[in-house]
């Protein structure tokens, strides 16, 4: 057996130790050999990591900036919002508060034209309060009036039963024409450029006393105002009693203070009329004896019910009309205006028939009517009244008809 050398046998223990020996339980403070570092096995290669931690670093710093970018846009936007929220705030108190100044110049223009209404009518009713006394005192002045007034109870009675058994002509009979139901209102359905001129006195909208006007049938203060005929007769219920009750008022004002004015006032005879609104109950009506025929009468001599409570009925140019105890009171007013006629001896007029101007002149052999007045039939009375109570007279027959 070949011998090894001993330095050769110890290099070669040290070198088969990291392989076979556990680690030494002590390391020791020198070492007498230096052992060069295990170099990687051929085609090994080590790459160092350096790069990775950067892009990672640099994506985790990208991800801060978007974060906080993205932070400050929400506020940005949060800030955009509440400013706008603000702008919008503002704009609805200023359109608010527009509307409200809006709403109150309306009012106050509102209240102005109510106001100036008011004034208006006022100032009409004293129109009409004056007119009404200065007919009053013409009338009373009148010959006419004179023998009308002169009548007493013993003539009115016998005036009253004859006037019940005068027969009106057949083509102008209202009691006939009701009572065959052929009297018919006035509607979309009637043609009006259709319906002769006779048949056209028995609807409502046209009195007999204004059948001939031009235009024709329309009231001539209305007329004045521009109504044209076709407006006139296709006014309904609602805007007829508007027009009667705004020319009703004129004959109620001053019901109030007609006592003062007789206390002071010598020449208008207001004892005779009434002094206030008529109360129909039991009760005797001041004026009402005036009229020839009673409410009564009227009832029989067209086979109508009794008057409801309260009411009273009218019998104007041959139309019986329904009045409540204001439009009885103006009717009663406008009777003291009215001046007699002067009928021929033995003529007697027939209460139920509707007649024009010419044709009460024609059947009743009257003369021309005083300037400013027209021939009328109020309750079985032929009487005269001047243009205005007698348009106000034929008002009352259009809304106030008993149909």
Known sequence: MKKTTFPLAVALAIAAA??????????PQTSILTIPAPQPAPGVLLIKDDKGDKEAKKHAKEARKAAEKAEKKAEKAAEKREKHAEKAEEKREKKAEKAAEKLEKRAEKAAKAEEKAVKKALKEDRKAHKEYHKLLEEAR????????TLR???ERETQARAVLRAAAPESRDMAALLSAGA????????????????????????????????????PPGLAAQGVT????????????????????????????????????????????????????????????????LTSAQIAELYDLRPAPAGHRYALIDG???????????????????????????????APTAALTQDELRRTYRLPAADPGYKYT??????IQLQDQAFETLQLIRIARAVL
């Open 152 to 154: 007493d109870e013993a």
């Open 183 to 218: 009297l018919a209102l006035l509607g979309d359905r009637v043609a009006f450029a259709e319906v002769e001129d006779d048949a056209l006195l028995t609807y409502r909208n046209c009195p007999p006393g204004l059948a001939k006007k031009d235009p024709p049938c329309v």
């Open 377 to 382: 039939v109020l309750n079985g009375e032929l």
């Open 18 to 27: 990291p392989a076979f020996a556990t680690p030494p339980a002590y390391a």
């Open 229 to 292: 005929y076709e407006e006139w007769v296709s006014y309904d219920e609602d805007e007829l009693d508007r027009i009667y009750l705004d020319r009703r008022r004129g004959y109620l004002e001053d019901l109030d203070d007609t006592d003062a004015q007789a206390a002071t006032n010598d020449t208008v005879v207001i004892e005779e009329t009434p002094r206030r609104i008529v109360r129909l109950d039991d009760t005797p009506v001041p004026g009402e004896q005036k009229l020839l």
């Open 141 to 148: 002045a009148s010959d006419h009036y004179a023998r009308r």
């Open 319 to 349: 139309l019986p009309v329904l009045l409540n105890e204001e439009d009885y009171t103006s009717l009663l007013r406008i009777n003291e205006l009215a001046l007699s006629a002067d009928v021929a001896e033995g003529v007697t007029v």
